[in-house]
Nanobody, 125 residues
Framework: QVRLVESGGGLVQAGDSLRLSCAAS????????MGWFRQAPGKEREFVAG????????YYADPVKGRFTISRDNAKDTVYLQMNSLEPEDTSVYSC??????????????????WGQGTQVTVSS
């Protein structure tokens, strides 16, 4: 079966950095566009970043541009989200998602076929 497992979340202070990882199994990883989404309590899920199959194209939501970097290692079946200069507003559950249909990353959750359970990121002021 397909599994996406996130790790790397935690409690940090404003200005700190975290690197999230998402390990995939049960799929041919290089065939999938990968994305990161986040959802805070009482709020809608929002797109954070996406990356193409080869890693050559990246797409970011405006609130994280210049602070977050998405990358992937197809040899390790893993996608990463490097988060720098974290702010309290970044506090959310972060989930990774896989899209086996489209050629490039989408900001819409409906484009993605598989989802991980998420990892909590909490940023204190």
């Amino acid at each position: 079966q397909v599994r996406l497992v996130e790790s790397g979340g935690g409690l940090v202070q404003a200005g700190d950095s975290l690197r999230l990882s998402c390990a995939a199994s049960g799929v041919t990883f290089s065939y999938y566009v990968m994305g990161w989404f986040r959802q805070a309590p009482g709020k809608e899920r929002e797109f954070v970043a996406g990356i193409s199959r080869s890693g050559s194209s990246r797409y970011y939501a405006d609130p994280v541009k210049g602070r977050f970097t998405i990358s992937r290692d197809n040899a390790k079946d893993t996608v990463y989200l490097q988060m720098n200069s974290l702010e309290p507003e970044d506090t959310s559950v972060y989930s990774c998602a896989a899209d086996g249909t489209n050629m490039g990353p989408s900001r819409f959750a409906r484009a993605y076929d598989y989802w991980g359970q998420g990892t909590q990121v909490t940023v204190s002021s």
